[in-house]
């Protein structure tokens, strides 16, 4: 809303600065950090009165987790909210990348929402049914991915590009809606299972979300894509600003869920925050990348898989207790133990994902 101002401007002025994306995403930032300061305390206020018991706890969870008990959730509203009046306020919203996005996380927040709600009036865990979440968010998936091919350039749209490698295109044709719809549903629910602990997912999918700002903006200037030899990607640039409004309002976010949490983030956030990942890498056209920059959210997701399977077939089990984090609970780690460790292992994952841009 704010970049209009530049219509004031006459070039040398100070309404100059909102024609820079880099300016206008340490406003969102700001924006959203501010905004999860101020409606923080409240919003928990609220929800711990509205909910009592607040979010069940799994029976068969780590026994650890009974002293949370009374914690309340739909914490994620306080991000979403931060986002979204960060991303409303400094992006350009004639940007159809940024409202493909924007469609993304509100509409996985909805889902997320829902669920929860289920959960904290019935008070128990199973909230909204599986097969519900999965087809509504196949279908917000699949516009989005329509979406984004609409709008890639000609070169590339209904194409899977490989890191690395940067001649190597894949056509997909008709596919690709098919692809970009695992890409995002893959990615709400990976990072929703990596919600299992105060502070676990939210750092890491900031780290996440602000390597894919970088790869953003990269991809949206012609001249960092002549240099880096990547594919342009023209409007992506824009999402930089999204993305410092999500790690702003999560930072906000994190102040209160920091050990022991005030607040979870519940589905409501973290399909969100998932979901605006797996549409921010379906945009910039680096889907692959998301499954090493989000490779903790992989190997969460894989450990739940391969738990499930197995049992199926043999009736034992692989870890002790899937997701993966918690069967270092079940091993004698300590919930800070494993919350920083990932963090560390999310951080050197995002780095290797980042060097894709300049190995070729």
């Given at each position: 809303?704010?970049?209009?101002?530049?219509?004031?401007?006459?070039?040398?002025?100070?309404?100059?600065?909102?024609?820079?994306?880099?300016?206008?995403?340490g406003?969102?930032f700001?924006?959203?950090?501010l905004?999860?300061?101020?409606?923080?305390?409240?919003?928990?206020d609220?929800?711990?009165?509205?909910?009592?018991?607040?979010?069940p706890?799994?029976?068969?969870?780590?026994?650890?987790?009974?002293?949370?008990?009374?914690?309340?959730?739909?914490?994620?509203?306080?991000?979403?909210?931060?986002?979204?009046?960060?991303?409303?306020?400094?992006?350009?919203?004639?940007?159809p990348?940024?409202?493909?996005?924007?469609?993304?996380?509100?509409?996985y927040?909805?889902?997320?929402?829902?669920?929860?709600?289920?959960?904290?009036?019935k008070?128990?865990t199973?909230?909204v049914?599986?097969?519900?979440?999965?087809?509504?968010?196949?279908?917000?998936?699949?516009?989005?991915?329509?979406?984004?091919a609409?709008?890639h350039?000609?070169?590339?749209s209904?194409?899977?590009?490989?890191?690395?490698f940067?001649?190597?295109?894949?056509?997909?044709?008709?596919?690709f809606?098919?692809?970009?719809?695992?890409?995002?549903?893959?990615?709400?629910?990976?990072?929703?299972?990596?919600?299992?602990?105060?502070?676990?997912?939210?750092?890491?999918?900031?780290?996440?979300?602000?390597?894919?700002?970088?790869?953003?903006?990269?991809?949206?200037?012609?001249?960092?894509?002549?240099?880096?030899?990547?594919?342009?990607?023209?409007?992506?640039?824009?999402?930089?600003v999204?993305?410092?409004?999500?790690?702003?309002?999560?930072?906000?976010?994190?102040?209160?869920?920091?050990?022991?949490?005030?607040?979870?983030m519940?589905?409501?956030?973290?399909?969100?925050?998932?979901?605006?990942?797996?549409?921010i890498?379906?945009?910039?056209?680096h889907?692959?990348v998301?499954?090493?920059?989000g490779?903790?959210?992989?190997?969460?997701?894989?450990?739940?898989?391969?738990?499930?399977?197995?049992?199926?077939?043999?009736?034992?089990?692989?870890?002790?207790?899937?997701?993966?984090h918690?069967?270092?609970?079940?091993?004698?780690?300590?919930?800070?133990?494993?919350?920083?460790?990932?963090?560390?292992?999310?951080?050197?994952?995002?780095?290797?994902g980042l060097?894709t841009?300049?190995?070729?």
């Open positions: 809303m704010l970049y209009w101002l530049t219509g004031l401007s006459d070039g040398g002025d100070f309404f100059n600065l909102f024609r820079y994306i880099t300016f206008r995403s406003g969102a700001l924006t959203a950090l905004f999860g300061f101020l409606f923080g305390r409240p919003l928990i609220v929800l711990r009165k509205r909910q009592g018991k607040g979010q706890i799994r029976d068969d969870g780590p026994e650890g987790h009974f002293v949370k008990a009374g914690t309340p959730t739909m914490g994620g509203l306080l991000i979403v909210g931060a986002v979204l009046t960060a991303t409303l306020l400094w992006a350009r919203l004639d940007n990348f940024v409202w493909m996005v924007l469609f993304v996380t509100m509409s927040g909805l889902i997320g929402f829902a669920d929860d709600y289920a959960k904290v009036s008070q128990n199973k909230g049914s599986g097969k519900t979440r999965l087809g509504l968010g196949f279908v917000i998936a699949g516009i989005a991915g329509w979406w984004a609409m709008y350039p000609d070169p590339l209904n194409y899977l590009a490989f890191p690395v940067k001649e190597t295109l894949l056509y997909l044709g008709v596919l809606i098919p692809f970009a719809m695992i890409v995002i549903v893959g990615a709400a629910n990976a990072v929703n299972l990596t919600d299992g602990l105060d502070g676990l997912a939210i750092m890491p999918v900031m780290i996440a979300a602000g390597t894919f700002g970088i790869i953003a903006y990269a991809v949206g200037r012609v001249d960092f894509t002549e240099y880096l030899d990547v594919h342009y990607v023209p409007g992506t640039g824009e999402i930089l999204f993305v410092a409004g999500l790690i702003g309002g999560g930072l906000g976010f994190l102040w209160y869920n920091a050990p022991p949490a005030a607040v979870f519940g589905d409501t956030g973290s399909l969100a925050l998932g979901g605006a990942l797996g549409a890498a379906v945009a910039t056209k889907e692959i998301l499954a090493i920059v490779g903790l959210f992989v190997v969460e997701a894989l450990s739940v898989i391969i738990q499930v399977a197995y049992f199926k077939r043999t009736g034992k089990r692989v870890f002790l207790m899937a997701p993966i918690h069967h270092y609970e079940k091993k004698g780690w300590s919930e800070p133990q494993i919350v920083i460790r990932f963090w560390i292992i999310a951080l050197i994952l995002a780095m290797i060097a841009l300049k190995v070729r």
